[in-house]
């Protein structure tokens, strides 16, 4: 086998371990530069790779080589080298289509009954710091096992903006430190080039500025101000589903900025493929770069993230109380720090010194049974049917369709998962059916989750809905 053989049949094993984004990120563009003895040196894009892989996926590697080469491999080395491309390993992006600088968008598919004016707001021009939220810094971010690699990526970023991980796309529940990592690459590059120019926004922001814009027929001051920046921050694209004019807009914005290698930093509560409506082209721009997802912290983090926020608010507090805090709340980073401002604000006002006894009875309302709040069937069909963008009453329906078929069986499986059901009553809340429908749903989806990591991602953030809403 040739060394090119061996990197692929590697390559191979590690596929299946890993998930898709993982493995496109670390793995595309790495080869063996030799193999000689028992040495082998692998050739990776940059040092972030190599760091990477050296700390994370070294285990896996060497015993996948020793694997197909009968144990010959004792030794690798990572060097930073570049080959000429591949087109066979490398996952291939489609090319991006050059706009031309006099195209207009297609208008946008609104009615508007009153023109108001649009007005520039000067405080978006690039070069501003608007919105951008001092706070949010690399060193007022606590790093924990579920947000490690959107961590690693966004300090890559600025270090290297418009580099290798362009876009980025950071992806994961409610309350779970998205806008602080954009925001913190932000700051980061303004302290490094106070002239660079960021512009942050909110996709909701993003939409209604165009909005404005196309209404007012101010569409090239949009574009001047959106296309201009070198470093361009959405916050929750998933509220972009189901605008066409805005994706369009979107679209054209992304591809100038990418196409002048400038930094693009997207956040989402989900995966590019889970928003629903979003284009397809749009869905392929944001994964042919980096996307890294965040999730709930451990209980270590939370305790982390407290001693941190109370040493930000000079308040510092016992050991229990935050390992206390810690363990009642488990849900989201906002949720946990909502708890302490609780917390210090009643003993500030009652010139008291917090202690747990103190404590205890302030956070009633985060108790564990009120953070995992008892679901009714009702709030959980409509939870799940808001998520897939269905009605309920299509859910409690009879067709099979396959759009509606999937979610109805996550509601049974949440039913039985969440709220202990039986399967018959299962049955009968979902519109009178047989309790081995729900009993095969049920099921079904236990192993769909063994491997489908995007329904494992799907589950987690309906629960994330359905006891913080
Ligand atoms: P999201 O955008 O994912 O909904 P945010 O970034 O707004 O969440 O985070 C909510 C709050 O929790 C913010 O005040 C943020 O500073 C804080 N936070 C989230 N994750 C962390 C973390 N890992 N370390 C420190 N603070 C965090
Ligand atoms: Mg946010």
Redesign the pocket.
Known sequence: MDTKDLWKAVLGELELTLSKANFTTWFRNTFIVSFSVDTVVIGVPNLFTHAWLEKKYHKQIILSLQNHTNNRVKIIAYRVETRPTDPQQIPQEEPIPVEEASQQPSAAPYTYTSPSSYQPQTNTQPGSEFSLNGK?TFS????GKQ?ELAHAAAQAVSSQPGGVYNPLFIY?G???????LLQAVGNELLRKNPSIRILYVTCERFTNDYINAVRSGQARDFKNRYRNVDVFLVDDIQFITGKEGTQEEFFHTFNQLYQNNKQIII?SDRPPKAIPTLESRLISRFECGMMAD?GS?DFETRVA?LE?KCKEKSCPLAREILHHVASLIQSN??EL?GALNKIIAFHQFKNLHPTLETVKPILGSFSANATKKTVTPRHLIHTVATYFEIKAEELLGKSREKRLAFPRQIVMYLMREEMKASYPSIGTELGGRDHTTAMHAYEKIINCLEEDEKLQHDIELIKQRLYNA
């Open positions: 949010y007022s971010f606590v790093v947000n994961g409610v309350g779970l430190g998205k806008t602080h956040s965040v912290p993230i941190m980073v906002r720090e």
